[in-house]
């Protein structure tokens, strides 16, 4: 009796995606010199991509395509030790090896991939390059890419993933396969949290718009705790400082600012979309914990400087990946939120 396999469960997938890997798999041998998986935050597709590429480095695929999961090759991805991939996300390490997030993908990493890809395999199947997320590009980073994409060696593959495809230049998008990561059913994602031991899943569900893995990070205790303070402000705009709230925000370590900015944001995003939907006489999707003080707000605010409100919050979020100052977004957000039900403030805007 042969022995068994080893646990080949690394990052495995999550019940809504199998199925799209499954027939992903099945176009291995036919699989494009580039992909681009698209679909909003939160759904899996850095899981995916990684899984994609192990399948694609595999040296004995299964007869679906998919890796076989004890081969050598299969091994070194799994170890983050592959010599024939690359993965490019916006970080940069100190000496000891910290990592740490920045805001863009700068043009030397995409010249470190393309000097990458012109390379022979280490292990004789295929290189593969991961670029997560994709949006984050700088401009001279997307033309050297583009070039590489215009121009790909034999047996290399470029997967991209993003959170906003429609951020990307058309010259890369049209030179790319794409493929679409959509929402799973509500029961599936809701049982999948369970199984990682989130209490209230439902909930987690809802606050991030039905994201599973968004929903397991805004599980997280702390994040729920900021999450509480900053509602219970919105929900009395008359009673908060908008500078108080700034000046918490740069007291934080500088590395934590913008991250910390990235949550205030994706609040106020939540809670203007469920401010509209209460105003027009619906029920709030994200914070229905929060229904009584959304009705309350309703009452109140206008409908038209509402939606110029979550227009502006949707451009600031695209600027996130760009130097900024977290304080002074953070405070003006806050006071135009205030201009909505207080008509001194609003003159100033």
Same mark, same amino acid.
Request: hydrophobic share 45%; charged share 20%; with cysteine.
């Given at each position: 009796?042969?022995?068994? &396999?080893?646990?080949?469960?690394?990052?495995?997938?999550?019940?809504?995606?199998? *199925?799209?890997?499954? *027939?992903?798999?099945?176009? $291995?041998?036919?699989?494009?010199?580039?992909?681009?998986?698209?679909?909003?935050?939160?759904?899996?597709?850095?899981?995916?991509?990684?899984?994609?590429?192990?399948?694609?480095?595999?040296? @004995?695929?299964? +007869?679906?395509?998919?890796?076989?999961? #004890?081969? *050598?090759?299969?091994?070194?991805?799994?170890?983050?030790?592959?010599?024939? %991939?690359? =993965?490019?996300?916006?970080?940069?390490?100190?000496?000891?090896?910290?990592?740490?997030?920045?805001?863009?993908?700068?043009?030397?990493?995409? $010249?470190?991939? *393309?000097?990458?890809?012109?390379?022979?395999?280490?292990?004789?199947?295929?290189?593969?390059?991961?670029?997560?997320?994709?949006?984050?590009?700088?401009?001279?980073?997307?033309?050297?890419?583009?070039?590489?994409?215009?121009?790909?060696? &034999?047996? @290399?593959?470029?997967?991209?993933?993003?959170?906003? !495809?429609?951020?990307?230049?058309?010259? #890369?998008?049209?030179?790319?396969?794409?493929?679409?990561?959509? +929402? &799973?059913? &509500?029961?599936?994602?809701?049982?999948?949290?369970?199984?990682?031991?989130?209490?209230?899943?439902?909930?987690?569900?809802?606050?991030?718009?039905?994201? !599973?893995?968004?929903?397991?990070?805004?599980?997280? !205790?702390? #994040?729920?705790?900021?999450?509480? $303070?900053?509602?219970?402000?919105?929900?009395? !705009?008359?009673?908060?400082?908008?500078?108080?709230?700034?000046? @918490?925000?740069?007291?934080?370590?500088?590395?934590?600012?913008?991250?910390?900015?990235?949550?205030?944001?994706?609040?106020?995003?939540?809670?203007?979309?469920? =401010?509209?939907?209460?105003?027009?006489?619906?029920?709030?999707?994200?914070?229905?914990? $929060?229904?009584?003080?959304?009705?309350?707000?309703?009452?109140?605010?206008?409908?038209?400087?509402?939606?110029?409100?979550?227009?502006?919050?949707?451009?600031?979020? @695209?600027?996130?990946?760009?130097? %900024?100052?977290?304080?002074?977004?953070?405070?003006? %957000?806050?006071?135009?939120?205030?201009? =909505?039900? #207080?008509?001194?403030?609003?003159?100033?805007?």
């Amino acid at each position: 009796m042969s022995a068994s &396999p080893p646990d080949t469960t690394w990052e495995a997938l999550a019940p809504w995606q199998q *199925t799209l890997a499954s *027939t992903l798999f099945a176009t $291995r041998e036919r699989w494009p010199h580039a992909a681009l998986i698209g679909g909003r935050e939160g759904l899996g597709k850095r899981r995916l991509a990684m899984h994609l590429a192990r399948s694609l480095l595999c040296e @004995t695929p299964r +007869d679906d395509g998919s890796a076989c999961g #004890i081969c *050598t090759s299969c091994h070194l991805v799994q170890s983050a030790s592959h010599p024939d %991939l690359r =993965l490019i996300e916006p970080v940069t390490y100190d000496e000891d090896g910290g990592a740490q997030r920045v805001d863009s993908i700068g043009v030397d990493r995409i $010249r470190e991939l *393309t000097a990458f890809v012109q390379l022979s395999s280490h292990r004789r199947v295929a290189k593969v390059g991961v670029i997560v997320p994709a949006e984050v590009l700088n401009p001279a980073a997307a033309n050297a890419l583009l070039k590489t994409l215009e121009e790909p060696p &034999p047996a @290399t593959f470029l997967l991209l993933v993003s959170h906003q !495809p429609g951020r990307l230049p058309a010259t #890369i998008v049209s030179r790319c396969r794409r493929i679409s990561v959509v +929402d &799973p059913r &509500p029961a599936i994602a809701a049982a999948w949290l369970a199984e990682q031991g989130i209490a209230d899943a439902h909930g987690a569900l809802a606050l991030a718009g039905g994201a !599973p893995f968004l929903a397991l990070s805004l599980a997280d !205790p702390q #994040i729920q705790r900021g999450r509480d $303070r900053l509602l219970a402000l919105l929900a009395r !705009p008359e009673q908060f400082s908008p500078l108080a709230i700034g000046a @918490t925000l740069e007291a934080l370590p500088k590395d934590e600012r913008v991250p910390a900015l990235g949550q205030v944001l994706y609040w106020l995003l939540t809670w203007a979309t469920d =401010l509209a939907a209460v105003a027009s006489g619906g029920a709030p999707h994200f914070h229905p914990d $929060r229904r009584e003080a959304l009705g309350d707000l309703a009452a109140r605010v206008a409908r038209v400087p509402l939606f110029r409100y979550y227009q502006t919050l949707l451009r600031q979020r @695209t600027l996130l990946a760009h130097p %900024l100052q977290p304080r002074l977004v953070a405070e003006a %957000l806050l006071f135009e939120y205030q201009s =909505l039900f #207080i008509p001194s403030i609003a003159s100033a805007f």
